[in-house]
Nanobody, 125 residues
Framework: QVQLVESGGRLVQAGGSLRLSCAAS????????MAWFRQAPGKEREFVAN????????AYADSVKGRFTISRDSAKTMVYLQMNSLKPEDTAIYYC??????????????????WGQGTQVTVSS
């Protein structure tokens, strides 16, 4: 069974940095569009960033543009989210997601059919 496993979430002070990792269990994910979403308490899950299967095209939510960077390492079947200049409003559970279809316009959770269990990121002020 295909699995995505996130790691790297923790408590960090505002202005700090974190790198989240997502490990995919199968090399078939090298053919998938990969994304990060997040969900804060009481809020809907929202798009953060995605990266195409080649790692050559990325898209970001306006709220994280210029601060977050998504990347992938196909040899390791890993996807990363480098988060800089963190703000308290970035506090959420961060989820890795994948789909065999879609492109940089794929920003709805229902467009992705594989999900990880999430990793908690807490940014203190």
């Amino acid at each position: 069974q295909v699995q995505l496993v996130e790691s790297g979430g923790r408590l960090v002070q505002a202005g700090g940095s974190l790198r989240l990792s997502c490990a995919a269990s199968e090399r078939t994910f090298n053919n998938h569009l990969m994304a990060w979403f997040r969900q804060a308490p009481g809020k809907e899950r929202e798009f953060v960033a995605n990266v195409n299967r080649y790692g050559t095209s990325t898209a970001y939510a306006d709220s994280v543009k210029g601060r977050f960077t998504i990347s992938r390492d196909s040899a390791k079947t890993m996807v990363y989210l480098q988060m800089n200049s963190l703000k308290p409003e970035d506090t959420a559970i961060y989820y890795c997601a994948a789909t065999g279809r879609g492109d940089f316009r794929s920003r709805r959770p229902d467009e992705y059919n594989y999900w990880g269990q999430g990793t908690q990121v807490t940014v203190s002020s």
